[in-house]
């Protein structure tokens, strides 16, 4: 199986590498559009700002690309942001995949969200064997609401998408790779999709 994570600068690669490969797959690392249209698995990574990040993007044409995979695509954090139809964070355009705008939480509590929290109503593959209420791990100032295509949902300050799928599409606002055997136990889901 080919899996390739998007390299456009602006992810925690390593972390994701490493936990792809002790579930005993390999990835590759590339912004090559043929490499990633030939892949069978995507993952699209984000750690960052989103204005910064789509220009990057939009530097390689990758911002053109994406939309068009056939595959399954996994967008995490600000990956999965990034496949919204735009982000509050630096007045950004996303990617258009999601039909949702990523809004800020509000000053009522600490921004980012860091650490472990719960997600519930749990509706896709993606969370075959995994049980409600299992503790993710996050770091984000700026989140999806909730929508049609809202898979998974937590709560700091409202309910939002912990996840979202539109056909081949998924994102995770969480980070897999930092959530332990659940995180395992999902990217691994991913990883195994048909």
Excluded at 154 to 167: F, G, H, I, W
């Amino acid at each position: 199986m080919k899996i390739v994570i998007i390299d456009y600068g602006a992810g925690n690669i390593q972390s994701i590498m490493f936990a792809i490969k002790r579930l005993g797959f390999e990835a590759i690392l590339s912004h090559d559009a043929d490499e990633i249209r030939t892949a069978d698995k995507v993952i699209f990574p984000g750690v960052g700002e989103a204005s910064s990040a789509m220009s990057k993007l939009r530097a390689t044409g990758l911002d053109k690309v994406i939309p068009t995979l056939k595959q399954p695509v996994l967008g995490i954090c600000l990956g999965m942001q990034l496949m919204c139809h735009s982000s509050e964070e630096g007045k950004t355009e996303g990617l258009g995949i999601f039909d949702l705008d990523v809004v800020k939480f509000s000053n009522a509590v600490k921004v980012p969200q860091i650490g472990w929290n719960q997600i519930s109503d749990l509706q896709s593959e993606l969370f075959a064997n995994i049980p409600e209420k299992s503790y993710i791990y996050l770091v984000h100032s700026f989140y999806a609401p909730l929508g049609k295509e809202t898979i998974a949902t937590s709560e700091y300050d409202v309910e939002y998408s912990a996840a979202l799928q539109k056909n081949n599409f998924y994102g995770v606002q969480f980070h897999p790779e930092k959530s332990s055997d659940v995180g395992s136990d999902i990217l691994k889901n991913f990883l195994t999709l048909i």
